[in-house]
């Protein structure tokens, strides 16, 4: 596979801006939320991927004018060599007429060249068999119906078309081209546009010849015609681009807004256990202090453990409904079956009891006299955290 850098120093820049880029991302994951590391990189990453769309629509409309290359005429005065490049025309009656002709000339040397008409994800994944099969077949096909009237060689090629035709003027050296092509670029046809980028870039005479559709009479573009077509097909091209960039970006930015709100919810999650554990530790403290708790209350939670009203099993805690004494520490003793943590919470009793999974003891202090609703605050069953006796209930604390 051929590198997508064409210099050193390309490779070079390339990497450096790579680093750049992956500093602020680095500094964001370091002293920011993870959720800022991911909006920075995408960030860095769309101003990639529109840089490397900005450069290749720039290459669609103006395509780079190289230095021509004018290769040595090989082999004596009279001798001449003909390279032909087609595909999906080989099929032509007059295409095939055209090569007879030349082959049956005096000194006159012929190779057909048939890129093999492979498609980006074929490229992309170097699976380039079926292809190459089908351009051997049609070489052969013509070859052999050619051939019989002269010298006429023949090559299939999976590199890209032009970089093919580059690799022929080394080894085949020709004195004129000749690529046919169709007019519209049929499912995965020959690029039109290849007789003038190979007219750009070697000075020898290129003709083009065209077929409108199958069995049509072939045409030759003039020089006017072949530029329109190719600023307006470099014009459609360019357009389809930014259309894909865009339906990109559009992708992109729906998964990275996704992965910022999940981030979100995980560390907000994590925030409000953490809370709630350090608030039941310090809730145990000034308790312990009290002195042994006079009373044990012995419960478990069972996750669908209850069948409610409708009929459905349902998580509960077997004890939902608690009398203690203001100012009284009570030890609960929970035995969690779950194998996730459920809670005892209540904001108005100050009450932030976290049952683990096992079974554990926890001390449930109320400061103050009244009737408190409380909840499990983790996420269990929806069901059972909106009804009092499953993971919602009542702490009622009489004055002492
Ligand atoms: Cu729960």
């Known amino acids: ?81 003909v390279l032909v490049v087609a595909n999906d025309t080989l099929s032509e009656r007059s295409l095939l007429g055209e090569m007879q002709r030349l082959a049956s000339g005096p000194n006159t040397h012929v190779l057909l060249l048939v890129p093999a008409l492979l498609s980006p994800a074929e490229r992309l994944t170097g699976a380039v068999e079926d292809a190459l099969g089908q351009a051997r077949v049609r070489l052969s096909g013509a070859v052999s119906r050619v051939g019989t009237h002269g010298d006429v060689k023949g090559e299939v090629s999976a590199a890209d078309p032009l970089v093919a035709v580059q690799d022929t003027f080394a080894t085949f050296v020709p004195d004129e081209v000749i690529v046919s092509t169709r007019w519209e670029r049929a499912e995965g046809g020959l690029d039109p546009r290849l007789a003038g980028l190979v007219r750009e870039r070697f000075a020898v005479p290129v003709r083009h010849l065209v077929f409108e559709e199958p069995g049509s009479a072939a045409q030759e573009p ?137 079974t554990h003891t926890y001390t449930l202090f109320v400061d103050k006299p009244g009737r408190f609703e409380w909840h499990c605050a983790f996420l269990c069953d929806p069901w059972a955290m909106a009804h009092i006796g499953y993971m919602r209930g009542y702490i009622t604390a009489t004055p002492s």
């Open 1 to 81: 596979m051929r590198s997508p850098f064409q210099s050193e120093s390309e490779t070079l820049r390339f990497l450096l801006r790579l680093i750049l880029a992956l500093i602020p991302i680095v500094l964001a994951a370091v002293l920011g939320p993870t959720w800022l590391a991911v909006v920075v990189a995408a960030i860095v990453v769309c101003a990639l991927a529109a840089r490397v769309v900005q450069l290749r629509i720039r290459r669609l409309r103006n395509p780079d004018l190289l230095v021509k290359m004018a290769p040595p005429h090989l082999g004596g005065a009279a001798e001449r060599r």
């Open 222 to 358: 003039d020089h006017e015609a072949e530029a329109r077509y190719q600023r307006e097909f470099g014009d459609a091209a360019a357009w389809r681009l930014g259309l894909k960039a865009l339906a990109g970006a559009g992708i992109l930015a729906a998964l990275v807004l996704s992965v910022v709100a999940l981030v979100k919810v995980a560390e907000r999650n994590q925030a409000t256990v953490a809370s709630q554990r350090a608030a039941s530790k310090s809730v145990a403290t000034p308790a312990a202090a009290l002195g042994p708790a006079a009373k044990v209350i012995d419960l478990s939670v069972i996750p669908e453990g209850k069948r409610g009203p409708e009929g459905e099993m349902h998580d509960e805690f077997t004890v939902s409904e608690f009398h203690v004494t203001a100012g009284r520490p009570v030890t609960l003793r929970i035995d969690n079956t779950d194998d996730q943590p459920h809670s005892i919470t209540s904001t108005g009793a100050k009450v932030y009891i976290i049952a683990e999974p096992g």
